[in-house]
C-alpha cells in the first residue's frame, strides 16, 4: 500500500479543512452549495421526486467538513477537529431549518403520510450502518488516491446526508417528533460511519508522515482517539439494533392486519390502497366512493385478530385521515396530522 506523499498530503488538507473567513472561496462555496442543496433535497421530498433529491446528493459539500473530521483526528490537530466539527452541526441545523421553511409552506395534508421519501428514511437499520461504513471507506479510498476520485459523486449518492435532514425539517413542521428523531439518527449513523472510516483509512496510508513530510500541524496521535471513534459507532449501533427489531415487528404486524384490511373494505365499495405498520401504528390507505365503511368495524376487527395493542390510522381518499387508538370504539378526524 503506497504511502501518502507531501504533495497529497497538502491535496487533501487544501480540500477538506475550509478556511475560516466566511467570505474565502472554500466558505463561500461551502455555504452556497449547502444552501442550494437543501432547498433543491427538501423540493425534491416534498414533491416525492427520487431524481430531485439524487440531484441534491451530488450538490451537497456536507462530507467535505466530516472527512475533515477525520483527517484532523488523524493529524491530531484540536483546532481542526472542533472547527470541521463546527461546520457539521451548523450545516445540519441550516438544512433542518430550510426543510422547515418549505415544510411551513408546502406541508401536504397527510403529513407527508404517503410520501416514499419520508418512509425511505424514518427507520434507520443495523444495515444501513454497513452500507454507511462501506461507502466512507470508498470516499475516504477516493480521497487519498486521486487516480480514482471520480467515483466521489457516486458516493455522495450512495450516502444519505442531506436528505434525512431536509426530512428532520419537514416532519417538525407536522409534529412527527418521532420520525424526525429517526431521520436525524440516520443523519448521525452516516456521520459517524464516514468519520470512522476515513480515520481508519488514512491512517493506513501513513497520511500522518505525509503530513510531516509537508510541514503541516500534525500533533501526537493516541490510542484514546481510535477509541473514542469506536465508542460513537457503538453508540449508533445502539439505537439501530432497536430500528431493526422495531423494523421486523411492523412488517408482521403489516402482514397481519391487510388481511383484515380487506375483508372489512370488501363489505362496501372501498378498495385497499396499501397496508403498514409504523411504529406499531396499523397505517392504511383506503379508496373509494361514499358512503365509507365504518372504521369502528375495522378497528374491532383488528382488536378480535389479536391486534388490540396496535392504534390505527386510516387514510382516506381526498387526504382526510382517520384516528382509531386502541381499547375505544370512536374514531377522530385528523387534520394535517393532528387530531
Known amino acids: ?103 411551513w409552506i408546502a406541508a401536504p395534508p397527510d403529513a407527508f403520510a404517503s410520501n416514499s421519501q419520508v418512509s425511505a428514511r424514518i427507520s434507520p437499520r443495523l444495515i444501513d450502518l454497513l452500507a454507511a461504513l462501506a461507502t466512507g471507506t470508498v470516499g475516504a479510498f477516493a480521497l487519498v488516491r486521486s487516480d480514482i476520485s ?15 435532514l431536509a426530512v428532520t425539517g419537514l416532519l417538525l413542521t407536522v409534529h412527527r417528533y418521532h ?33 510531516e513530510k509537508a510541514a503541516l500541524r500534525v500533533g501526537r496521535f493516541r490510542g484514546r482517539t481510535l477509541a473514542a471513534v469506536a465508542c460513537v459507532l457503538v453508540l449508533v449501533a445502539a439505537p439501530l439494533t432497536v430500528g431493526t ?26 378498495e385497499v390502497a396499501s397496508v403498514e405498520a409504523r411504529n406499531g401504528i396499523v397505517v392504511i390507505g383506503i379508496l373509494g366512493l361514499p358512503p365509507q365503511p365504518a372504521p369502528s368495524e375495522l378497528r374491532a376487527a383488528l382488536d378480535t ?21 386502541t381499547r375505544t370504539d370512536t374514531c377522530t378526524v385528523r387534520v394535517g396530522g393532528r387530531s
Open 150 to 164: 471520480d467515483t466521489l459523486p457516486g458516493v455522495a449518492i450512495a450516502i444519505s446526508l442531506l436528505p434525512p
Open 305 to 325: 385478530n389479536g391486534m388490540r395493542d396496535a392504534d390505527l390510522e386510516l387514510h382516506l381518499v381526498g387526504g382526510r385521515t382517520l384516528w382509531c387508538p
Open 179 to 211: 420520525d424526525a428523531g429517526q431521520s436525524a439518527l440516520l443523519f448521525a449513523t452516516n456521520v459517524a460511519a464516514i468519520v470512522a472510516t476515513g480515520t481508519v483509512v488514512f491512517l493506513c496510508y501513513g497520511v500522518r508522515a505525509g503530513a
Open 1 to 103: 500500500m503506497a504511502e501518502v506523499d507531501a504533495v497529497a498530503a497538502r491535496r487533501m488538507t487544501g480540500t477538506l479543512f475550509i478556511e475560516r473567513g466566511l467570505r474565502s472561496p472554500s466558505s463561500t462555496r461551502f455555504w452556497s452549495l449547502l444552501v442550494l442543496a437543501a432547498v433543491i433535497a427538501s423540493a425534491g421530498v416534498v414533491g416525492d421526486s427520487t431524481a430531485t433529491v439524487i440531484g441534491a446528493m451530488i450538490v451537497a459539500p456536507l462530507m467535505t467538513p466530516i472527512l475533515g473530521c477525520a483527517l484532523a483526528l488523524v493529524l491530531a490537530d484540536r483546532r481542526q477537529v472542533v472547527r470541521c466539527a463546527l461546520l457539521v452541526l451548523g450545516g445540519a441545523l441550516a438544512v433542518v431549518a430550510i426543510g422547515m421553511l418549505l415544510g
Open 245 to 270: 427489531l422495531s423494523v421486523a415487528r411492523d412488517r408482521l404486524l403489516a402482514a397481519d392486519a391487510r388481511p383484515v384490511a380487506e375483508r372489512w373494505a370488501a363489505s362496501g365499495t372501498w
